[in-house]
């Protein structure tokens, strides 16, 4: 079952998405790229502050894919008691030392995550690496948020082969980028581990608060992509309570 990511950039956030429903929680800094590193003080209050309830996961920020670079950074991340640290693969550079840089930070306990850019012309071939490597996942994401949602850059069936390949390789899968409500039942029919988002949770500005009446409707869609038949007869029932009719399910259980 599609699980929800919902990313924050402050412990005055967390209680919108904890009371929402949200599964995982992911500490990010909105203002500073797609994958703005909060500071590690700020990181570490809020995994102390969900206390275990749910998973963490932080990024790194827009860094340059240098090998020494990235691994000094994902082990500064991962000693805050993150459950996982999200890496960004940008275009350029060697990925394939990169790769081999961090799987000795994997090595060492730490649960990664690659995260490739739909538009950026993202490369698959680097999955079989990143399992290689003993990464923990993959996500997509959209580097520029001015630019379209993830559906905008590749096809359903593209992403399709992303979550079916990262399945296939035993790597948790996960995709974002300026995802909104319409794309929920779709992308759930591709069955990722997570959908992510940040700018939906804000009223589309992801950097502003987050509104609490937003995660619920994303909790609500990707409850209802993911058992539509539930959320149908949830649907009936709500309708027979206003019209005064009794519904179909309270019917039969008479």
Sequence with gaps: MTQFL????????LPAVLNGGADLIDVKDPAQGALGAAPLAKIRSIVAAV??????SATLGDLPMIPAVLAEAAWRTASTGVDFVKIGFFPGGDHAACTAALGRVAAQGARLVAVLFADRAPDFGLLDLLAEAKFAGAM??????TTGALPDHLSMQRLSDFVARTRQLGLMTGLAGSLRLEHVPALTEL???YLGFRGALCGGDRTKQIDPHLVAAVRQAIDAASNPTAAAGAAIAAASRSSGAPSMISAKSR
């Design 191 to 193: 069955n990722p581990d």
């Design 140 to 145: 997509l994401d959209t580097a520029g948020k």
């Design 51 to 56: 206390g275990g309830r749910r998973p963490v």
């Design 6 to 13: 919902a990313s924050i950039g402050s412990l005055d956030e």
